[in-house]
């Protein structure tokens, strides 16, 4: 009787320990590791993703976290450098033994961290990936609902705008960075400008970390264009405009393709500026109760960060949607399986604050949902189309 009594304790005790293991692994915190660009070229951008990754990792806390656990958000700086990105979630997956991933910014950071998560078979949801036919794996899934063949669509939905207006260009100088996506994009919106039969007065490219625009002001002043396409990224097209206005030339219309949107819309000469988009601070974006909760936080913590933009525009929206994604996800298996979140997103529409999204197409992509939008008086205003453009407003030009 004393054996089987003294086994009994032992098996008790046993049980206790595993359930104060058990216990304490519950309240470990969901690990998410990524990388930002929080210096170099990207880093103005990048910090409007670090600010959105803050507040919604504070506000899913406060929601409860993740399957009752607490999120912690691991984030390190790539320096813009994709090589740096793909050594850094190497860390994040086998040293830092992180949960789950979330995207970097930019398409050669995203394609770096894209192979490591490949690699470790791990789900990774990003937010600004610009190639859809080079995104293999199957397990990414992007925010940015750019469709599945952009090198199409934008260009053709910037024309569609600008004839909308009554100014559709019969000339166009287009000048870009070699930046992988951008380059991607300005080489497709060259053939839609062909086919459309606007002739080209200038092709002009410069090495991604170009600070010297002088020279390509001049050129594109000499061509006199009716409408310049710049393939920016970050501050391009910032110090492309400062060129222009020491040669003394001001395009009559130009659209930026991926500028640091607080630089942009802050600049005296960007009045007019178009570029892309997927959401912006005003109705009827923000008649949705999330996105104006969103927008108004933001407002609020991009003030107190002095950062250039302190309204919601596409990036922080792309950004929002993939945490989003990420949050439905993990909700929707209720587990943290990579394979089972990856199968959950392919088979269900999840609700955003730049809409329903779904990712049953080619390479996981879905709809596409990309806007144009003008600097109007210091705001980034939605011009086209008219059912989603900002009450009363019109594309503008000179």
Not at 160 to 170: E, F, N, Q, R, S
Not at 340 to 360: E, P, S, Y
Request: proline share 7%.
């Amino acid at each position: 009787m004393r054996t089987l009594l003294s086994w009994l304790s032992r098996l008790a005790a046993g049980f206790g320990l595993l359930a104060v293991i058990g216990s304490a692994s519950a309240q470990n915190p969901v690990r998410i590791g990524s990388t930002l660009a929080l210096t170099g070229p990207l880093s103005a951008t990048a910090q409007i993703h670090k600010l959105v990754g803050e507040i919604y990792v504070e506000q899913l806390n406060k929601r409860g976290g993740l399957l009752g656990r607490q999120v912690e958000w691991i984030v390190k700086d790539d320096q813009s450098k994709p090589d740096v990105a793909r050594t850094l979630y190497e860390q994040l997956v086998t040293a830092d033994k992180v949960d789950l991933l979330m995207g970097p910014y930019a398409t050669g950071a995203i394609l770096s961290a894209m192979g490591v998560a490949q690699r470790y078979e791990k789900i990774l949801i990003h937010h600004t990936f610009g190639i859809p036919s080079m995104a293999k794996y199957e397990r990414h899934f992007p925010a940015w609902s750019l469709g599945s063949e952009p090198g199409t669509t934008v260009p053709t939905t910037v024309l569609a705008a600008l004839g909308a207006a009554g100014k559709t260009p019969k000339t166009v100088a287009i000048v870009t960075s070699k930046f992988p996506s951008i380059h991607f994009m300005s080489l497709g919106a060259r053939e839609v400008f062909k086919k459309r039969g606007v002739q080209e007065v200038l092709f002009l490219e410069w090495e991604f970390g170009n600070r010297d625009f002088g020279p390509i002001a001049a050129r594109v002043k000499d061509a006199k264009p009716d409408f310049v396409w710049v393939g920016a990224i970050g501050l391009d097209g910032n110090l492309l405009l400062d060129a222009m206005k020491k040669v003394d030339y001001a395009p009559p219309l130009h659209f930026h393709l991926y500028p640091a949107p607080g630089p942009m819309v802050k600049s005296p000469d960007a009045n007019g500026a178009l570029s892309v988009s997927i959401f912006e601070d005003h109705p009827p974006y923000t008649n949705n109760p999330v996105a104006a909760e969103f927008t108004k936080l933001f407002h609020e913590r991009a003030t107190k960060a002095n950062l250039p933009e302190t309204n919601v525009e596409v990036q922080a929206a792309a950004s929002f949607t993939a945490w989003q994604l990420l949050e439905a996800a993990v909700n929707g298996t209720k587990s943290l399986d990579d394979k089972k979140m990856a199968d959950w997103l392919k088979a269900n529409k999840v609700d955003t604050i730049q809409g329903r999204l779904r990712f049953d197409g080619p390479s996981n992509y879905g709809d596409d949902l990309m806007r144009v939008k003008q600097v109007q008086n210091g705001k980034w205003l939605v011009v086209y189309p008219p059912e989603v453009a900002a009450p009363g407003a019109k594309l503008i030009a000179k």
